[in-house]
């Protein structure tokens, strides 16, 4: 069993950064993948970034790369999302979630494949 808690949400200005993290307990996350997903007011949940916790491969949809960076730290058990050049539809609650590291780089957007969340954390870009 695992449990994450993410942290670092906030009311940033349009242009701001924010750092994400996403600590995770419970047992060894060596094994696992995980994944920053948002969603947005009256939006489906979608997934942002992916990194492998053994290797660290990573993954980003199209609308957020060269702003977003996601990082790992396994001695910590934690895993980081900085944005930056945060926009007003980056606005969403930001979830991370965690799942076996296996064959990542096709399912790994997909909602109904993790078997652990955390409970969100909100980040609003507003002036």
């Known amino acids: 069993q695992l449990e994450l808690v993410e942290s670092g949400g906030q009311l940033v200005e349009p242009g701001g950064s924010l750092r994400l993290s996403c600590a995770v307990s419970g047992r060894t996350v060596d094994y696992y993948a995980i994944t920053w997903f948002r969603q947005a007011p009256g939006k489906e949940r979608e997934g942002v970034s992916c990194?492998?916790?053994?290797?660290?491969?990573?993954y980003y949809t199209d609308s957020v790369k060269g702003r977003f960076t996601i990082s790992r730290d396994n001695a910590k058990n934690t895993v980081h999302l900085q944005i930056n050049s945060l926009k007003p539809e980056d606005t969403a609650v930001y979830y991370c979630?965690?799942?076996?590291?296996?064959?990542?780089?096709?399912?790994?957007?997909?909602?109904?494949?993790?078997?652990?969340w955390g409970r969100g954390t909100q980040v609003t870009v507003s002036s």
């Open positions: 990194i492998s916790m053994s290797d660290g491969t990573t």
């Open positions: 979630a965690a799942r076996v590291d296996i064959n990542m780089a096709t399912i790994w957007t997909s909602v109904l494949e993790y078997d652990y």
